[in-house]
């Protein structure tokens, strides 16, 4: 459930939940097989991987010849001029090379200083898996503060990882349908229903197969980063700068394992805990905990407002209030779709992002005064959306493809209902919610790949990585684990917050460290702890 946009709406029940200038001259692309594929001469056949690695280098090198054909970007993506936008062409199998191939979407803005000030391009991924990056220039024609400094210095490039959006996008049911409401109820009463949760997963994943199964063996992160690599090659930049937010965490740190020497400056920003024992069944088990203790933080804020929300003046009163709302929408679904489900997709925004804290807690205190409007609509489908709708349910698409073919899942619906049923007895909110999502992935139809063991590697230069400790989405420990993992990163611990995505937020003692960083490569000698943001006041 890594960063989950509403499913509906930056890890997640299948179908219920749900996040550059023109090249300068003729830069060579380094061989991209150079650092993981020096092996390949060894015995009579090269690993798979070596292969892949190979076929990068290949789509590479005619990537840097090719560049891209920049041009105003098409109206209904949304990306006004000066923004620019075009296509790279990669490898769908990269051991194969020459075989087919497939379009990514790219878009940029050339950096604001002087041609002395440019550093070169700096790639963002947001996270998901399954989430654009295509709105990453706009933070320069928004004039974001946090970003200023760095786009003097950075043309911003946004790209659309495969199967995402604009780039050989994916399906695995019919978008209007996948957005119907109500769902069924995540938490089941009975065994009955736990079969029929069981169905449907089974269902979405034979879906997937049907909708999207040439694709479906090639929906790995290791790909995607072989892609980020042809990228970089066809801006003509010879080596990447790149900052990554949750999934785009475990993107960029299998990146820097592969690709080591082709890293200038990374920033990982809320990370998804890159041990091969937690991608990905794991990792979403240790979701459901970090997800009830910051939705437990946010209740009590509520409670210490309570003369503005009039919810209960104690985190228990609070808490008693969601269980009531939770209980009426089980038994009749608010204005007939708004059912337990659909609460849970839209209060699960308020553990992920502090900003939504507000909204949130407005609405559901009108509701309780007896103006149910806000809340019913916020927390309901649009079914007249109808990109919106094919943009949510390609996004659960991507994120179940990837997360299904990164790794191995367990198969046995014993091991699943033993340790979900465990956690939900002290974790309620989250954790059956989300195992519905991740379950396609044990009756899932095609190839299941053993994750990268993410490590440092030759040439890999220091990076930087920032951390809240209470984040729910990716929970602290994944941000020592990287760090463990890269020798000579540097860790910003973000103390008692729990946003995800903390670049994004003004904290000074994060923000300067982050413009040091990528404008001259500075960090510190040691790690760093900050206090945390500024909590939201209603």
């Not at 080591?260 to 400056?265: A, E, Y």
């Not at 024992?277 to 804020?301: G, S």
Request: proline share 7%.
């Amino acid at each position: 459930m890594t960063t989950r946009t509403r499913r509906t709406v930056t890890f997640g029940s299948a179908g219920t939940l749900v996040v550059a200038t023109l090249i300068a001259g003729a830069l060579a692309a380094p061989a991209a097989s150079a650092d993981a594929s020096a092996e390949q001469g060894r015995g009579h056949a090269a690993s798979a991987k070596d292969r892949e690695q190979a076929g990068a280098a290949v789509a590479a090198l005619r990537a840097a010849k090719k560049g891209i054909d920049w041009a105003d970007c098409p109206e209904d993506w949304g990306l006004a001029k000066p923004i620019q936008c075009g296509w790279v062409t990669v490898p769908l199998d990269y051991a194969k090379p020459y075989g087919k191939q497939i379009k990514l979407a790219v878009d940029r803005i050339g950096n604001t200083g002087s041609k002395d000030e440019r550093q070169g391009a700096l790639l963002y991924n947001p996270g998901g898996p399954g989430a654009s990056g295509l709105r990453f220039p706009t933070r320069v024609t928004a004039k974001n503060k946090l970003w200023e400094k760095a786009a003097k210095a950075y043309d911003f490039v946004g790209f659309e990882p495969r199967g995402v959006g604009h780039s050989a996008p994916i399906s695995c049911v019919d978008p209007q349908e996948f957005v119907k409401a109500p769902k069924l109820d995540p938490v089941p009463d009975s065994a009955a229903d736990k079969r029929a949760q069981r169905k449907l997963a089974a269902e979405y994943a034979e879906g997937c197969k049907e909708r999207s199964g040439a694709m479906l063996p090639h929906m790995t992160t290791p790909n995607t980063a072989r892609d980020l690599d042809v990228i970089r090659a066809a801006l003509g930049e010879k080596k990447l700068n790149y900052v990554g937010v949750s999934y785009g965490t475990y993107l960029g740190a299998v990146y820097a394992t592969l690709f080591p020497s082709h890293v200038r400056r990374m920033v990982f920003d809320s990370v998804v805990n890159p041990s091969t024992e937690k991608i990905w069944y794991e990792a979403n088990l240790d979701q459901d905990v970090a997800f009830e203790t910051r939705l437990k933080d946010w209740m009590t804020w509520v409670a210490k407002y309570d003369a503005t929300f009039h919810l209960g003046d104690t985190y228990d009163k609070v808490r008693g209030q969601w269980e009531k709302l939770r209980a009426t929408a089980k038994r009749n679904p608010l204005n007939g779709v708004v059912g337990p489900a659909e609460l849970v997709a839209y209060f699960q925004n308020a553990p992920y992002y502090d900003s939504t804290w507000v909204s949130i807690a407005t609405n559901w205190s009108k509701y309780v005064a007896g103006d149910t409007k806000p809340l019913i609509e916020a927390a309901s489908p649009d079914l007249s959306d109808i990109a919106g709708n094919k943009a949510s349910e390609n996004s659960n698409a991507v994120y179940t493809a990837v997360e299904c073919a990164d790794a191995k899942w367990p198969t046995s619906w014993k091991k699943w209902d033993r340790d979900n049923t465990r956690i939900h007895k002290d974790h309620p909110f989250m954790t059956w919610a989300n195992a519905w999502m991740n379950l396609p992935c044990a009756t899932w139809k095609s190839k299941q790949h053993k994750p990268v063991e993410v490590r440092t590697g030759k040439g890999l230069p220091p990076v930087l990585i920032a951390q809240a400790t209470r984040d729910a989405a990716t929970p602290y420990p994944g941000g020592v684990e990287l760090h463990k993992r890269l020798k000579g990163s540097r860790l910003i611990t973000e103390k008692d917050a729990g946003s995800h995505g903390i670049t994004n937020l003004v904290n000074p003692c994060l923000n300067e460290r982050v413009d040091s960083y990528l404008l001259d490569g500075k960090l510190d000698s040691r790690d760093v702890t900050c206090a945390p943001h500024a909590t939201p006041k209603p």
